[in-house]
């Protein structure tokens, strides 16, 4: 479940603020954990995360990745990256053997890392 999402470095990449639901299996890789966005003109931009970080330290979370825990996930835009113009892009966040979440990624035309977009 996500808390948040912001721009990250360069503003071609997202930081996703979340948890694993409580209750929920660990997640053994983060290769385990998929993304699709979909932007204007028909763009997507899909894969696995970049990185998971652990959220109190913001380093390297070790895996398996475990329910309730808050950790940072990291995703690159090739396709869909961060519009200069106010836009909404539409995210799946997918979770091997678990769920998935849809949100509404809300950009305001602003590029500057730590800008929130949920």
């Known amino acids: 479940?996500?808390?948040?999402?912001?721009?990250?470095?360069?503003?071609?990449?997202?930081?996703?603020?979340?948890?694993?639901?409580?209750?929920?299996?660990?997640?053994?890789?983060?290769?385990?954990?998929?993304?699709?966005?979909?932007?204007?003109?028909?763009?997507?931009?899909?894969?696995?995360?970049?990185a998971v970080l652990d959220m109190g330290t913001r380093s390297g979370a070790t895996t398996p990745l475990e329910a309730g825990q808050a950790y940072?996930?990291?995703?690159?835009?090739?396709?869909?990256?961060?519009?200069?113009?106010?836009?909404?892009?539409t995210m799946f966040l997918h979770v091997a053997n678990g769920g998935t979440t849809l949100e509404i990624l809300q950009y305001d035309g602003t590029t500057t890392e730590g800008t929130p977009i949920v």
Do not use: K, W
Request: aromatic share 8%.
């Open 1 to 50: 479940m996500l808390n948040a999402v912001y721009i990250g470095a360069g503003g071609n990449n997202l930081e996703l603020y979340g948890r694993l639901s409580p209750g929920s299996d660990g997640v053994a890789s983060v290769a385990d954990i998929g993304f699709q966005i979909f932007c204007s003109g028909g763009n997507s931009d899909e894969g696995s995360v970049n």
């Open 72 to 89: 940072i996930f990291r995703i690159n835009l090739n396709n869909c990256a961060v519009p200069t113009t106010a836009e909404d892009h």
